[in-house]
């Protein structure tokens, strides 16, 4: 089993790759999502895929709904 560290603003915690479901930039953290619980994380988006293994980073480039314009 490999375990990778992060470190938090309380202690460190060590996570298992193979169960992260989501990585989420914040505004100044990171936050990865694994099944049973979210940890929130200070080394960026970047460096934390890189450490879990990933070879690139996918990107949601999906447009968000526009507001609705009452005319």
Known sequence: MKLVKFTTDDNPVFINPDY??????GM????IQTPSVSYTVKESVEIVVRLLGA????RDITPALPKAIDL
């Open 28 to 31: 100044k953290d990171t936050a």
């Open 20 to 25: 992260v479901v989501a990585v989420k930039k």
């Open 55 to 58: 070879e690139e980073v996918a």
